[in-house]
């Protein structure tokens, strides 16, 4: 089990916000469940964005008005009879904080309200949801997530994506159709949060480092390989012609069991050999070092540590402690860039 406080800086990672002065109180708090930590994320942000202005949209509006707005909807007109009521029916773009993206942070924030949070977290959610007082509400089941940012919407960003981990991650869906809040994210949302914090620390934490989520390429013989499927590194740690590929992968079991016998799993050790064989061809005429690194989130029974020399690679298995001061996280992640990059931390 993942600490909430540890959940908070991965979130900070993660999403680059959280470092902003604005957040920084937020990281001295004790909070006891995950619907507490990102009910105060949010309250924090969405207060950030009242300040500079709920974002806004133009949304086609079609109403009975007294004097011609936007565009005459001669049918509707007659049809509904308004011209006995001395109204035309007009279509028109009404510049509204009626947004897509606001309707998704109030239905989040009412959904935390039926949350187990304390009570002055819910009276500060309602402060801020008086704002709200002109956005509509939307099924949560069926948000579109889809979202497409650009330079006047970027702020919203964080936000969304929070919204995205409470209403995906802490909801449950109960056999009578009805659903629930939980107290933790399921094992898909925290494998994505696992994987985007360990890339943005070591982007954050090691500027000498190229890093990156990078695509390996194929080392083909003729060129075709039309049907073969993309190689996407989770993490790439690159310093000249010293590589390191992680794949990170959060787990409920570290490793498979058969006849009480503990052994890696097969699929993870081919994909990262796969890999780093791949990647080491871009080097073939360099003298070079690539090398590759599964890495999982350690378990409250399982703990990995192991090296193997495979064709002349080093592939590594290794746990992360995750259940622990994030002063130790931050010593665990560094170690593994001093060892393989032998870097001064």
């Known amino acids: ?24 109180n ?4 004790q909070f006891d469940n995950m ?28 109403e009975g008005l007294p004097t011609v707005k936007g565009r005459i909807e ?35 924030m009412e959904l935390l309200l039926r949350s187990d949070i304390s009570k002055n977290r819910k009276k500060e959610l309602k402060k801020i949801l008086a704002y709200f007082s002109d956005v509509e509400t939307l099924d949560f089941l069926s948000i579109n997530w889809n979202i497409q940012y650009n330079r006047n919407n970027q702020t919203y960003r964080m936000l969304i994506s929070i919204c995205y981990l409470v209403i995906k991650g802490l909801l449950q869906t109960n056999a009578d159709g009805s659903t629930k809040l939980m107290d933790f994210l399921d094992e898909q949302r925290m494998s994505h949060l696992y994987e985007k914090f360990i890339l943005e620390y070591y982007r954050r ?16 013989d003729d060129g075709i390989g039309t049907m073969l499927p993309v190689m996407q590194s989770d993490i790439m740690l690159t310093k000249g012609n010293d590589v390191l590929i992680i794949d990170a992968k959060y787990y409920t079991n570290v490793t498979q069991t058969r006849f ?34 599964i890495l999982y989130a350690a378990t409250e029974n399982e703990r990995i540590d ?8 080093q592939i590594s298995v290794k746990t992360l402690d995750l259940n622990c001061d994030f002063s130790k996280i931050r010593e665990q992640l560094d170690l593994i860039v001093n060892d393989h990059f032998k870097l001064t931390i």
């Not at 937020?26 to 708090?29: F, L, M, R, V």
């Not at 308004?82 to 009404?94: P, R």
């Not at 934490?205 to 080392?219: C, G, H, R, T």
């Not at 009480?260 to 990647?279: A, C, D, E, P, R």
């Open 205 to 220: 934490e090691f500027p000498l480092l190229d890093v990156s989520s990078s695509q390996i390429s194929w080392a083909l």
């Open 306 to 313: 192991e090296k193997y020399q495979m064709s002349g690679n």
């Open 74 to 108: 001669v049918s509707e007109t007659i049809k509904t009879l308004s011209i006995l009521k001395q109204q035309l029916i007009c279509s028109y773009d009404d510049f509204s904080v009626n947004s897509y993206m606001n309707r998704i942070i109030k239905t989040t």
């Open 1 to 24: 089990m993942i600490p909430i406080q540890n959940i908070y800086y991965m979130l900070s990672y993660a999403f680059k916000v959280l470092t902003e002065q604005g957040y920084k």
């Open 260 to 293: 009480n016998v503990h052994k890696q799993h097969s699929h993870n050790l081919y994909q990262i050999f796969t890999y780093v064989k791949n990647k080491e061809k871009a080097y073939s005429q360099k003298q070079h070092k690539v090398s590759g690194m």
């Open 26 to 29: 937020i990281a001295t708090e």
């Open 35 to 62: 619907a507490e930590l990102c009910s105060a994320i949010l309250v924090k942000g969405v207060s950030f964005q009242i300040k500079r202005g709920l974002g806004r949209d133009y949304l086609q509006k079609e």
